[in-house]
């Protein structure tokens, strides 16, 4: 039976259909939002998404999900300081509580709305029920692009902090993750793939636009992932007054001690390591979730090629001049 809210369109690009089973790639599609009217940006007209065949069997609990006023969302294109930009809230949150953060995952107390559209999640619930049934205030992970958030989000607004980050970073350390768990491909054929819009909720140009074409929108508050390692202490403070939220500078310190990047890596609680098995400790760098957490270290790691080649796929892409700044 035809979506009545979603386009699926099967992918035809030839090198995708030859390498998709090799690549662990097979059940990739695109889908399209078939009505945005409820999104306040005019003349707009959002393209489809990657994701998988899994899509079809949840499009109704992601379209009907309930959104609370109480609820606060964390957004972002994948790889862009998502984790890190959660802990931040959850603490200032609830009150700079480090004792219960360090003793629940994170993606316990702040679980991942639509994790169950790219892959199968452990236990017999969903991950649509698993947000549903957080007690409120719950604190909700998305990945959605703007065209493709819940209907009832754009009635109930709730707080939202959306990050972004350099496009050559997310594609370099996108890689990384997605061998990590399940690619099979090479670094240069995973980031080529990436520019043609073919890996998970690309294309990543149109999810930042999108988000920055809702400035206008008080519950979304914006943050880049260079500035907060440049002043994450700047970065918090904003977040603070965001979340109507203070706190002394002693408390400040703590809190930013506990977001540094040595700290974050050697979380258990954050870095999606195995707590029960201490051989992560020996993994190598590009093994682990948290992997080098620095601002250009894609320098160093892609080819002058590669790098040409996404500067001109984002100049290419990036019609307005005004809107450069969000991928650089």
Not at 160 to 178: E, G, M
Not at 266 to 283: G, R, V
């Amino acid at each position: 039976m035809e979506s009545k809210v979603f386009e699926y369109i099967d992918i035809t690009d030839p090198i995708h259909l030859a390498t998709n089973t090799e690549r662990a790639e097979e059940d990739y599609i695109l889908v399209k939002a078939k009505s945005c009217e409820k999104v306040p940006i005019k003349n707009w007209d959002p393209p489809a998404y990657c994701y998988t065949r899994r899509f079809q069997n949840y499009e109704k609990e992601l379209f009907n999900f309930e959104v609370k006023k109480d609820d606060v969302w964390v957004s972002s294109f994948p790889k862009s300081g998502t984790t890190w930009c959660q802990e931040m809230v959850w603490l200032i949150c609830h009150g700079l509580d480090f004792s219960a953060a360090k003793s629940e995952p994170l993606s316990t107390r702040f679980p991942f709305l639509e994790v169950s559209l790219i892959h199968d999640t452990k236990g017999e619930i969903n991950s649509f029920e698993r947000a549903r049934d957080m007690p409120s205030p719950r604190f909700i992970k998305t990945h959605l692009a703007v065209s493709m958030l819940p209907k009832q989000y754009w009635d109930v607004l709730p707080k939202t902090v959306h990050i972004h980050r350099n496009v050559k970073s997310v594609a370099l350390s996108y890689f990384h993750h997605s061998k990590r768990i399940f690619y099979r491909g090479t670094k240069e054929e995973f980031i080529r793939s990436f520019m043609k819009d073919l890996q998970f909720y690309s294309p990543i140009h149109a999810h930042v636009i999108g988000y920055h074409s809702l400035k206008n929108c008080r519950n979304i508050l914006f943050l880049k992932y260079e500035d907060m390692k440049s002043n994450l202490r700047g970065c918090v403070e904003t977040v603070c007054r965001f979340f109507d939220r203070s706190y002394s500078d002693e408390e400040l310190d703590l809190l930013c001690q506990h977001l540094s990047f040595d700290s974050m890596k050697q979380n258990l609680a954050c870095n999606y390591e195995d707590k029960n098995n201490d051989a992560w400790e020996s993994k190598s760098r590009d093994e682990r979730f948290i992997r080098r957490g620095e601002i250009d270290s894609w320098k160093d790691e892609l080819s002058l090629e590669i790098v040409e080649e996404l500067n001109q796929w984002t100049n290419d892409t990036v019609k307005n001049l005004d809107q450069m700044h969000l991928f650089l």
